[in-house]
């Protein structure tokens, strides 16, 4: 089955450590994207990567970090700078980047962080 | 900056009654993506809209787009428990993609 996984589903932290959100799809995309969902709102981009080794800040890259060593890999590093972590975060991917070509998206299923 | 605004933020209804979101613009959008979000789920990709004045239909969802592509509505017929969900717009201006806040859908029971 083609798709975009995400692990785990729910993640509790203390405050003050910082946490890896993993992120993993087979569906060969270029493009991969790290939103932040709180409840009630819309969808915030945190980081997007465009291609192996290269990705951008979204509107709210503050007290996180990716990586984006394999094409098929996007973990989502929240540090302990980051002042409100607790959230649902998603992962997508799309054939190219969807700013550029109005790509869709296809998500996975989420993680959930509470960091108390 | 840009904005795609989204109203109305919830809608009640009662089974069998319809259901419209509208997506407003601050800007031209190239082209305006829908999803659907089922509680406690993950964004779905429903559908794109490229040309202006473009309705399409997918059984009881109808989706526009308007003639100055600044504005998107999705409208649902007679809506049913397996439509209960958020549904977001995604408008594409100047190589962003804006994320409208989404309209819930709740059915009445």
């Known amino acids: 089955d083609g798709g975009i996984t995400q692990s785990p589903k729910y993640l509790f932290r203390k405050e003050g450590q910082n946490v890896t959100l993993s992120c993993e799809q087979n569906?060969?995309?270029?493009?991969m994207y790290w939103y932040r969902q709180d409840p009630g709102q819309g969808l915030r981009l945190i980081y997007y990567?465009?291609?192996?080794?290269?990705?951008q800040k979204g509107d709210i890259a503050e007290g996180y970090s990716v990586s984006r060593e394999k094409k098929e890999s996007f973990p989502l590093t929240v540090t302990s700078a980051q002042k409100n972590p607790t959230a649902f975060y998603l992962c997508?991917?799309?054939?190219?980047?969807?700013?550029?070509?109005?790509?869709?998206?296809?998500f996975g299923p989420g993680t959930r962080l509470t960091v108390t | 900056g840009q904005q795609v605004m989204q109203i109305p933020q919830y809608q009640h209804v009662q089974e069998g009654e319809d259901f419209t979101t509208y997506c407003n613009s601050s800007t031209t959008l190239s082209n305006i993506q829908w999803y659907k979000q089922r509680p406690g789920g993950h964004p779905v990709f429903l559908i794109q809209?490229?040309?202006s004045g473009e309705v399409k239909k997918q059984k009881r969802l109808t989706f526009q787009f308007g003639e100055a592509k600044k504005n998107s509505s999705l409208h649902i017929t007679a809506t049913q428990t397996t439509d209960v969900g958020t549904y977001f717009c995604a408008g594409l201006s100047n190589y962003q993609l804006i994320w409208g806040a989404g309209t819930k859908l709740i059915i009445k029971p």
């Open positions: 569906l060969n995309h270029d493009a």
């Open positions: 997508a991917s799309s054939i190219g980047v969807s700013s550029f070509g109005g790509y869709e998206q296809y």
């Open positions: 809209l490229v040309k």
């Open positions: 990567s465009q291609i192996v080794n290269d990705f």
